[in-house]
């Protein structure tokens, strides 16, 4: 049973069949999953979603699970790319809320993905849709976190894997995506350049590149997170989310899990903010936020928050219309107010975020501080990878707080010292 | 002045199924009229009703994006290849 009827552009409304096409034929724009919602009405409930397993795969339903002759069952049985991506810890977050002057703050823990990046969650989506429509090779552009995630996920599932990287990418995105296998290609340019590639590349060759021809599945994936935020509150709106953009496809997802839940009376319509989260050295989106106009211009990235460098966000116009239509705001963090917020969420929440969620944390007390989050507001600050990645970013900062000799008078005096600073 | 047109697989329904043309042109906004001398249709897909580029439309000159030179007043240089890529891609 699927619900997708089509896909539809975003920007003039042209209808076409589904299929492995992102950009609209006629003016480019976007293309967007289309649902039969009215059919699913009564049909998925609360219930229906909580018998589901502990996984995205609860929103099934919601999802771009495409029927079809092509269906593929992999060695073990299953018809899904599947490693357990999604339905991870909502936790109550107070010694950070206490910190930043918050009450009722609370993290979407994404770092627990099985690659440990929200990504898992996008690539399980769209390598599912892919594989549907016949393709056996996966392939994508990535800032690092999607390359692991489409590695590991085209292994599991015996997919050839293609992936393509900026060649200055960190060391250990490198390696924790050689390790799976790929044909893992190093380009000599930044991320923009590395998906103008890809572009090109999907034109040449057929295979399934997650973020340019599947991307209209893709992207759907990214709404699994409001739909957990929303069933991990008890079917509850919060008042606030904070999540960090580069695309800004995950800031635009979110909301319309929300509105889709409201849609289909799964929660009560109630107000829910949306802001947005970026790295100074790259901030084409809150900079267009800031100026209030309609125009985002490209840049050249310049931050340590490598998974957020895309210096010509394809979602940024939906992400400003999301912000906007929600009341929410945006804000952008320089290099050391990241480092500083990866430190104090790891320091009073036992979570350790790489730079992108050093990224929300800061933002998050920036919009705190600016009085744009009210204390008493249920906030959700979207953490969405893990620190392992980036520990290129911090080394400078953190190490041994001393080193002694194996000898308790070492021990002693030592501690003392550090104890009496 | 001749510049090759290097055509995404969604406007080669106009321009008779070829990935490169070749037009003439000293600026991408001239190769984009000449172009649609070429091939009536293809302008209405690349300029929105205010005639700028749209805003998923990408344009390289040689390895150039246009937005970070003079839009569509940006030089094309004899030889060089002019790339019209769909922006909806990546993140």
Redesign the interface.
């Known amino acids: 049973m699927t619900y997708v009827q089509a896909l539809q552009c975003r920007?003039c409304g042209r209808r076409v069949d589904v299929a492995a096409t992102?950009?609209?034929?006629?003016?480019?724009?976007?293309?967007e999953v289309v649902y039969d919602y009215d059919a699913m009405r009564g049909v998925v409930t609360r219930e229906r979603i909580a018998a589901g397993p502990p996984t995205l795969w609860r929103y099934a339903d919601l999802l771009p699970v495409l029927d079809g002759p092509n269906n593929q069952q992999d060695a073990r049985g299953a018809s899904r790319v599947d490693l357990g991506a999604g339905f991870t810890p909502l936790v109550p977050a107070p010694r950070l809320g206490q910190a930043i002057g918050l009450d009722d703050l609370w993290l979407k823990n994404d770092t627990l993905n099985p690659t440990g990046a929200f990504k898992d969650r996008v690539v399980s989506v769209a390598l599912t849709a892919a594989r549907s429509l016949g393709f056996d090779t996966a392939a994508c552009?990535s800032t690092g976190n999607l390359a692991q995630s489409v590695a590991a996920h085209a292994a599991a599932s015996g997919m050839r894997a293609v992936v393509l990287v900026p060649s200055d990418l960190e060391q250990a995105k490198i390696l924790a995506t050689a390790v799976y296998g790929p044909t893992l290609v190093a380009v000599k340019g930044n991320?923009?350049d590395v998906?103008?590639l890809?572009?090109?590349l999907?034109?040449a060759y057929g295979w399934a590149?997650v973020?340019?021809n599947v991307?209209p599945f893709y992207?759907e994936g990214s709404k699994t997170i409001g739909f957990e935020i929303a069933e991990q509150l008890g079917w509850r709106l919060p008042d606030h989310v904070v999540a960090p953009m580069?695309?800004?496809?995950?800031l635009v997802k979110i909301a319309k899990a929300f509105r889709e839940l409201v849609d289909l009376e799964l929660v009560e319509d109630r107000p829910c903010r949306v802001s947005g989260a970026q790295a100074s050295g790259c901030s084409p989106i809150t900079a267009a936020y800031k100026d209030g106009g309609d125009t985002i211009?490209?840049v050249r990235p310049d931050t340590i928050a490598k998974s957020l460098a895309?210096g010509?966000?394809?979602?940024g116009?939906y992400a400003l219309e999301a912000v906007a239509a929600s009341g929410g705001a945006m804000e952008d963090v320089s290099d050391a107010e990241i480092i500083d917020g990866i430190k104090l969420l790891a320091s009073t929440e036992g979570v350790f975020g790489e730079t992108a969620a050093g990224v929300t944390i800061a933002v998050l007390r920036k919009l705190v501080a600016q009085g744009r989050i009210a204390r008493g507001d249920r906030t959700v600050a979207v953490i969405s990878g893990n620190g392992l990645k980036t520990t290129d970013a911090i080394a400078p900062t953190v190490g041994p707080t001393f080193e002694i000799s194996p000898n308790l008078d070492d021990f002693r005096t030592a501690l003392s010292l550090q104890e009496s600073v | 002045m001749t510049a090759t047109v290097?055509i995404?697989?969604?406007l080669r329904?106009v321009t008779g199924g070829a990935a490169t043309v070749a037009v003439d042109g000293s600026t991408v906004g001239e190769v984009v009229t000449s172009l649609e001398a070429a091939h009536p249709g293809v302008a209405e897909?690349i300029l929105d009703d205010s005639g700028g580029v749209?805003?998923?439309?990408?344009v390289?000159v040689d390895d150039e994006?246009i937005?970070?030179a003079g839009g569509l007043n940006t030089a094309v240089p004899d030889g060089a290849t002019v790339?019209i890529?769909?922006?909806?891609?990546?993140?």
């Open positions: 920007e992102h950009a609209c034929g006629f003016c480019f724009g976007p293309l552009a991320y923009d998906n103008r890809c572009g090109e999907a034109d590149f973020n340019v991307r992207a580069a695309s800004g496809a995950m211009r490209p895309i010509d966000p394809a979602d116009y | 290097r995404p697989t969604p329904g897909r749209r805003r998923f439309v990408n390289f994006d937005r970070f790339s890529i769909p922006a909806v891609a990546g993140g």
